[in-house]
């Protein structure tokens, strides 16, 4: 299993960054999907969450009307389009694979840093 | 979508036993066994250690191990070792697919 990010990068308040997440391994269209954010010194966050079958989206507060959050099974990838962008959202953001209600397998992280 | 409390830190000398707590809810922790903690070193991504709060994915080591009462949930490291020092969090399924996570703890390997 291998899931890889990319996408991040410096960007001004305000704006917008769309993050991927490639996977191989497995057969990414049976595992439903998510992403995970840490500030710099900070714990882990919960953002979102997509299904494998119905792709129903789920969203934390923090980020729930500027963040979307969706799959291309045919690409084996998962995206995170993040707009309005606030200096709180800087971090490191993972994609994570969601076996058994749990987070099995990690990418390596990318990270976003928002900055005038 | 409040945090779990976990203590900031916690300690033991090789080959003892020590055990993190993480405090929720009932609407996350005491509500459902999908509690899970994972163990991230500094610079690296996380790795799960538990999962369905006692359950070990392959390969990690049977010293670690979960439990769960009412509205806490425990991870106890047993036989420590120096490899074991790291930041260690757990996560609660909430309901209507969200998750929390704890603060987080760092454990240090006297």
């Known amino acids: 299993v291998q899931l890889l990010e990319s996408g991040g990068g410096l960007v001004q308040p305000g704006g917008s960054l769309r993050l991927s997440c490639s996977a191989s391994g497995f057969t990414f269209s049976d595992y439903p999907m998510n992403w995970v954010r840490q500030a710099p010194g900070k714990g882990l966050e919960w953002l979102s969450n997509i299904r494998a079958e119905t792709r129903d989206v789920y969203y934390a507060d923090s980020v729930r009307g500027r963040f979307t959050i969706s799959r291309d099974n045919a690409k084996n990838s998962l995206f995170l389009q993040m707009n309005s962008l606030e200096y709180e959202d800087t971090a490191v953001y993972y994609c994570?694979?969601?076996?058994?209600?749990?987070?099995?397998?990690w990418g390596q992280g990318i990270l976003v840093t928002v900055s005038s | 979508q409040s945090a779990l409390t976990q203590p900031p830190s916690a300690s033991g000398s090789p080959g003892q036993s020590v055990t993190i707590s993480c405090t929720g809810t009932?609407?996350?922790?005491?509500?459902?066994?999908?509690v899970s903690w994972y163990q991230q070193h500094p610079g690296k991504a996380p790795k799960l250690m538990v999962y369905e709060v006692t359950e070990r994915p392959s390969g990690v080591p049977d010293r670690f191990s979960g439990s769960k009462s009412g509205n806490t949930a425990f991870l106890t490291v047993s036989g420590l070792q120096a490899e074991d020092e790291s930041d260690y969090y757990c996560?609660?399924?909430?309901?209507?697919?969200?998750?929390?996570f704890g603060g987080g703890t760092k454990l240090t390997v006297l």
């Open positions: 996560s609660s399924y909430a309901g209507r697919f969200t998750w929390v």
């Open positions: 994570a694979r969601d076996l058994r209600v749990a987070f099995d397998h």
């Open positions: 009932r609407s996350d922790v005491g509500g459902y066994n999908y």
